[in-house]
């Protein structure tokens, strides 16, 4: 076959100065420790699923979208979220289970299957999350989505494979999931670097 019949193949780069930011779990707890009520429940919900912070909290008062009771399985012990025109399910891990069951044990009849779970706006989400960051000393960039980021990567560390970590996030492509791949790599080549210094 002639060469210009051949489809060319863009080759994926990786600028490595774009890599996600991504934290480790003691500036998490730190992070955490600077919450409370509603800001603290969505920070560990975005810690242990990953979730986008459109998928949990709403754009503005009275908006419908946004994590709702209806979308806790209690039963198959797992979370449906909506978000870029996508569903993602994602299993529960057992301290956001306990977490979200105390949520609702507190709020009784107001948490029925319409209500929102996380009240707060996004950008009131965003608030938080930076102020909490900036007064646990950390000074990467990001406030919310630094939470996804640092769900896929331990994930990773964590021995799961990339096509996990894929479904996990709800990418369309492991083209993009590949990027967490990059980090941990930089990650091993640290800790070569340390190792033999």
Do not use: C
Not at 72 to 81: P, S, T, Y
């Amino acid at each position: 076959m002639p060469a210009q019949y051949l489809p060319e193949i863009e080759k994926l780069k990786v600028d490595r100065r774009r890599l996600p930011s991504f934290l480790n779990k003691q500036e998490i707890n730190r992070m955490a420790a600077q919450l409370e009520g509603e800001a603290l429940l969505a920070f560990w919900i975005l810690r242990y699923s990953a979730a986008r912070r459109g998928e949990i909290a709403r754009k503005f008062v009275g908006d419908e979208r946004g994590l709702k009771w209806k979308h806790i399985d209690w039963a198959r012990n797992r979370i449906r979220f909506y978000g870029k025109k996508k569903e993602r399910i994602v299993p529960m891990y057992p301290k956001l289970r306990e977490l979200l069951h105390e949520r609702k044990n507190a709020l009784g009849a107001q948490a029925h299957p319409e209500a929102h779970i996380i009240s707060l706006v996004r950008d009131t989400l965003s608030d938080y999350f930076s102020k909490a960051r900036l007064k646990a000393g950390i000074t990467k960039p990001g406030a919310v989505h630094i939470l996804r980021h640092s769900a896929a990567t331990t994930m990773l560390e964590s021995g799961a494979n990339i096509r996990e970590v894929q479904d996990f996030l709800g990418h369309s492509t492991i083209a993009v999931t590949e990027i967490y791949t990059h980090v941990v790599q930089e990650k091993l080549e640290n800790a070569v670097l340390r190792a033999f210094a």
